[in-house]
């Protein structure tokens, strides 16, 4: 469990649902920021739910293969951009 604002800020942006359907999400690190075998930084996630994330098989789950994830669900890259839309947003509208 990590505290401090790396903690809420990966709370906030798992409480945003899965980046795909809205359903409740754990947080997926993204491959394009980092070379084969490294971890991204937990500054770079995107929410997926179980099903779009790992369990959910070819095609659906980014981790039962990426090219057709994407080709259904959209790039890494496009999926954290929206995401972080999201991060800007919220932090708006907690400072309004
Ligand atoms: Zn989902």
Redesign the pocket.
């Known amino acids: 469990m990590t505290t401090g604002i790396l903690g809420e800020y990966k709370n906030m942006v798992a409480d945003f649902?899965?980046?795909?359907?809205?359903?409740p999400?754990a947080l997926h690190h993204p491959r394009f920021a980092v070379g084969m075998g490294q971890r991204a930084s937990d500054w770079l996630v995107i929410p997926?739910?179980?099903?779009?994330?790992q369990t959910?098989g070819y095609g659906t789950a980014i981790h039962a293969g990426q090219q057709a994830f994407e080709q259904n669900h959209g790039t890494e890259e496009k999926l954290l951009a929206q995401t972080l839309e999201k991060v800007f947003r919220e932090m708006d509208r907690r400072t309004l």
């Open positions: 649902g899965c980046a795909v359907c809205g359903a999400a997926l739910c179980g099903p779009h994330h959910g």
